[in-house]
């Protein structure tokens, strides 16, 4: 599926643990960033994560969050389709952690 150090399993469940995995190294690179210690400047991070909060925070909705559970559907899409763009930026923050010694 990926070359990432993790085995996140098949299915749902597998599909739920890497999208928390990713989200959770994502926050991790902007903090490192931030911060001075992570160098590179993850542009695809900051453009997907800047359209990801403009849709999530729009008033508009493919389907209204007002209907339980589908209406968080497309929230979760956009979530999903934010770190797939992103997915290049969290690689090299994570061979990056793995080469400076951090843990992953």
């Known amino acids: ?14 599909f739920f643990t ?3 995995a990713d989200a959770v190294d994502m926050l991790a690179m902007l903090w490192d960033w931030f911060s001075g210690r992570f160098d590179w400047s993850p542009l695809r991070l900051f453009v997907a994560l800047a359209i990801g909060i403009a849709y999530l925070v729009s008033p508009i909705d493919i389907i209204p969050d007002t209907i339980p559970l589908a209406g968080w559907i497309d929230d979760l899409l956009v979530v999903t389709a ?3 763009l992103a997915r290049f930026d969290l690689e090299r923050y994570r061979r990056w952690k ?7």
């Not at 793995?98 to 992953?104: H, M």
Request: net charge positive.
């Open 82 to 84: 934010v770190i797939r």
């Open 1 to 14: 599926m990926s070359d990432a150090p993790h085995s996140y399993g098949r299915g749902v469940v597998g």
């Open 98 to 104: 793995c080469e400076a010694g951090r843990s992953v």
């Open 18 to 20: 890497r999208l928390v």
